[in-house]
């Protein structure tokens, strides 16, 4: 049956995302071929959400205390795109990746599965 999920991001500075996960958030990988890296990622969950119209998808990061994980990355010279808000489901904010699109991160309220 199902044993994992394959997330996938596209940006027209690819190379340049790949070193901020590698080296920023320190997410290991391994060499899929031909240079091509597949990070490994922390334990993962899913939601289906209602949507009108066509359907789409997200990804989040998540992290057990929002504002420590912004003050170190933060230290490592990543942009804060958006702070933090204080959502019914967690503490939501945004980060910065090199090609200028945001990476939404949160503190989640709701149980874990």
Known sequence: MINGLHAIMFSPQAEQVRAFFADVLGMPSVDAGGGWPIFALPPAELAVHPADGDGYHELYLM?????ATLAELRSK????AQEVTDQRW?????IRLPDGSELPIYEPRHPRP
């Open 63 to 67: 992290c057990d205390d929002i504002h």
């Open 77 to 80: 010279g990543v942009e804060v």
């Open 90 to 94: 967690g503490l939501l904010a945004a």
